[in-house]
């Protein structure tokens, strides 16, 4: 194997709770359609409940221990034991284990999602989906064979050769709908969409038909999420600064604007949702 594309593993310690975190660099076949893919364990001495933000991707969640609880809009807790896929969504979610939790974290782009899966996107935007209900037969039972693996270079390496096997199934056209989500990622989500459709010589009602298969959403809100993952960006990783500046620099109309739009998406204080930015899983 190349040096370069073995996992890093981090393990740290923090507030009761112990975590083993596995990375690897992504084989550029993979990367136009996979945002990210981490393997996790967590210890802690007591149960945890995680609010986890709205972003542009579609999460997989595939479990080797005990499920995790994650909460509807009302607070009622399912679990999808083996794992599950959440589809893109305007709203936080939160999610819950009783102590311990352990498995590996695929962060699909919409389009990378909709190849792979092979449904129309908006059967899954704003739900939660069991994993095995969207698995062709050949590939059910995925955490418990990648369970049995001995180390993550081998649970990374059966991962990439499923998503790897999708994407050559897929016979979907995606080209245009790609176009347009790189131009509405290029502009940090400031593009104006009406002039995206005019350039593609769409519609706005066929370009909003396209994104609800391909993406899941319209793409107006695929343009607030992608603003608002910049923004989260900038927050945990950028150098301090006043929400005003950050209104000006994403292209919100004021202080206010922004503040309404982060409570819409996180339901808390801009203050308190940068606080919580350490502690999401789904990240």
């Not at 897929?170 to 940090?188: D, F, K, N, Q, Y």
């Amino acid at each position: 194997m190349d040096p370069h594309r073995r996992a890093r593993v981090t393990r740290s310690e923090a507030g009761g709770s112990r975590w083993e975190v596995a990375t690897r660099e992504l084989p550029a076949g993979l990367r136009a359609h996979v945002r990210g893919l981490l393997g996790y364990s967590e210890a802690a001495a007591l149960p945890c409940l995680r609010r986890e933000f709205p972003l542009p991707q579609v999460v997989v969640i595939i479990e080797f221990g005990p499920p995790i609880r994650v909460h509807d809009g009302d607070g009622t807790p399912s679990r999808y034991a083996g794992g599950f896929v959440a589809g893109l969504n305007d709203c936080w979610t939160e999610t819950g284990h009783d102590g311990a939790q352990a498995g590996i974290q695929l962060n699909l782009t919409p389009l990378g999602a909709r190849l792979v899966f092979g449904v129309a996107l908006s059967e899954l935007a704003g739900r939660v989906v069991h994993l095995d209900d969207l698995l062709p037969r050949a590939h059910r039972g995925l955490a418990e064979r990648l369970a049995a693996r001995p180390d993550w270079d081998d649970r990374f390496d059966m991962v990439e050769s499923f998503i790897a096997a999708r994407l050559a199934e897929a016979r979907l056209e995606v080209g245009t709908v790609a176009w347009a989500c790189r131009r509405i990622e290029a502009s940090a989500g400031a593009v104006d969409i009406g002039r995206l459709a005019s350039e593609l010589g769409y519609s706005g009602k066929h370009l909003i038909a396209l994104f609800r298969d391909r993406v899941g959403v319209p793409p107006k809100l695929l343009a607030r999420l992608v603003r608002f993952d910049h923004l989260v960006r900038r927050l945990k990783w950028g150098p301090q600064t006043t929400w005003a500046a950050l209104a000006a620099e994403f292209g919100f109309a004021d202080q206010a604007h922004l503040t309404r739009e982060i409570r819409g998406f996180t339901g808390v204080t801009p203050t308190d949702a940068r606080a919580l930015l350490g502690d999401l899983t789904f990240g």
